[in-house]
């Protein structure tokens, strides 16, 4: 079992900048992902950016340019680095990981290749 930690969100003005970081509690055999969704009060989950442990990273065209994930291998972390927010980008984000080569593939966002789930950071952003 893995257990996923967030920690970072909080309430920020639109055009500014929030850091989200997720730790594992143990070490993850590759080949993985580890990937940030996010839901909104009255919508679904969905895939905002992944790191994959042998591959390059991916993002939603709703943060592409704004958005920048990276995933430390060695320890199993993953930052999300969050620029240029919009009040579109309020929601709970979620850490997830993944393992196997599934979530390698461009069907990345699909919640049923991920394994773990973290319990969720809320993100506000006020205009």
């Known amino acids: 079992q893995v257990e996923l930690v967030e920690s970072g969100g909080g309430s920020v003005q639109a055009g500014g900048s929030l850091r989200l970081s997720c730790v594992a509690s143990r070490p993850i055999s590759r080949p993985y992902c580890m990937a940030w969704f996010r839901q909104a009060p009255g919508k679904e989950r969905e895939g905002v950016a992944v790191g994959r442990s042998d591959g390059t990273p991916n993002y939603a065209d709703s943060v592409s340019g704004r958005f920048a994930v990276s995933l430390d291998n060695t320890n199993n972390t993953l930052v999300l680095q969050m620029s240029s927010l919009k009040p579109e980008d309020t929601a709970m984000y979620y850490c997830?990981?993944?393992?196997?080569?599934?979530?390698?593939?461009?069907?990345?966002?699909?919640?049923?290749?991920?394994?773990?789930w973290g319990q969720g950071t809320q993100v506000t952003v006020s205009s």
């Open positions: 997830a990981a993944g393992l196997g080569w599934d979530c390698f593939l461009t069907s990345w966002a699909y919640l049923r290749w991920y394994n773990y």
